[in-house]
């Protein structure tokens, strides 16, 4: 497995943006896909966001949010824009290396490897 950090959350008023990063411990290599998912208090743990590592495709729960890979820098970045109090949860970054389509991608069930969390709080 590979060691996933997260960082950039915080406190953002509604409708601000935040950068999230997740680097990862070793070379990408093998890698097939990365995610980011949400989990608030009380609910199940929810997509976000994914992105193949070969070739770069991506796909969406939340059409104000962007994924995307820095190869040179192993870390995946989620850029989210007009933030919402109902986005406030936090926010994990997950790689895979077996493959799927992309309804199997936006299971959490699809990734072996978790980051610890990083908590983004969205004030109305």
């Known amino acids: 497995q590979v060691q996933l950090v997260e960082s950039g959350g915080g406190l953002v008023q509604a409708g601000g943006s935040l950068r999230l990063s997740c680097a990862s411990s070793?070379?990408?290599?093998?890698?097939?896909?990365m995610g980011w998912f949400r989990q608030a208090p009380g609910k199940e743990r929810e997509f976000v966001a994914a992105?193949?590592?070969?070739?770069g495709s991506t796909t969406y729960a939340d059409s104000r949010f962007t994924i995307s890979r820095d190869n040179a820098r192993n870390t995946v970045y989620l850029q989210m824009n007009s933030l919402k109090p109902e986005g406030t949860a936090v926010y994990y970054c997950?790689?895979?290396?077996?493959?799927?389509?992309?309804?199997?991608?936006?299971?959490?069930?699809?990734?072996?490897?978790w980051g610890q969390g990083t908590q983004v709080t969205v004030s109305s």
């Open positions: 997950a790689a895979s290396s077996g493959g799927g389509s992309w309804a199997s991608i936006s299971q959490p069930e699809h990734f072996t490897s």
């Open positions: 070793r070379r990408t290599f093998g890698t097939y896909a």
């Open positions: 992105i193949k590592w070969r070739d």
